[in-house]
């Protein structure tokens, strides 16, 4: 496909291309996600809200959780 080509077909498409030699499936990376954000949260939660105090400990876990949801939300467009 040349840049003739895909300036008539519109958009190109980075994904016909690419060759993965392992990719990795859909259960894998939702696995990924939740053991790294259970994990973390799991052993370093109680020291940051004990450093950081109820208000930012509170603000902290929600920004993260809107920010975690919105990473399985393009994840789970994506497929």
Same mark, same amino acid.
């Given at each position: 496909?040349?840049?003739?080509?895909?300036?008539?077909?519109?958009?190109?498409?980075?994904?016909?291309?690419?060759?993965?030699?392992?990719?990795?499936?859909?259960?894998?990376?939702?696995?990924?996600?939740?053991?790294?954000? *259970?994990?973390?949260? &799991? /052993?370093? !939660?109680?020291?940051?809200?004990?450093?950081?105090?109820?208000? #930012?400990? *509170?603000?902290?876990? &929600? /920004?993260? !959780?809107?920010?975690?949801?919105?990473?399985?939300?393009?994840? #789970?467009?994506?497929?």
């Amino acid at each position: 496909m040349n840049a003739e080509n895909a300036e008539v077909k519109g958009e190109y498409n980075p994904y016909e291309h690419r060759k993965v030699e392992k990719p990795t499936s859909n259960i894998r990376s939702t696995a990924n996600l939740i053991k790294a954000s *259970l994990g973390s949260g &799991l /052993l370093a !939660g109680p020291l940051a809200f004990s450093n950081a105090g109820w208000g #930012v400990g *509170l603000f902290g876990t &929600l /920004l993260v !959780g809107v920010i975690c949801g919105h990473c399985i939300h393009i994840l #789970v467009s994506i497929f």
